[in-house]
């Protein structure tokens, strides 16, 4: 997941999860009242506030090491921060439906849930690459707009 945080002066805040350290993530469980690492990546997919903010507060920390969570706040919260989804969160996704589709031999499931991903993914690229890698590259978006 990367959550991003557009400034006051327009410039865009981004931490990926991927690159917090152990410490860093039993931080965010800590602060978010002891929740558990596999609840607080559901509460980012999910977009919720709380988790979003403590992402970026660890991040911060590694400038200013007193910062309190209780304390740090991100105005414009609604507008102005998301969390999206990395190409290794897409091919996990893709990875779990392939194996359900190969089972009834049907891309029916994958082609159903590619335009969500695409929506919730930084790049959307990374569905086509990824859809492409597990070779069901002919349910990319560029080949089927081609061929329509």
Known sequence: MIVSYVRDDGSTETVSVDDLTALEAAAIETAMDDTP???VEDLLRAQ???????VLWVARRRQEADLAFASFDLPGWRRRLTARIERADIEEVLNNILIEALNKSEDSAIDAVA???RKLAADPADVDAALDALGKGHLA???ADSEG
């Open 48 to 54: 919720d506030p709380t988790a979003m903010r403590a």
């Open 115 to 117: 335009p969500h991903l």
């Open 141 to 143: 978006r560029d080949r």
């Open 37 to 39: 690492w596999r609840r």
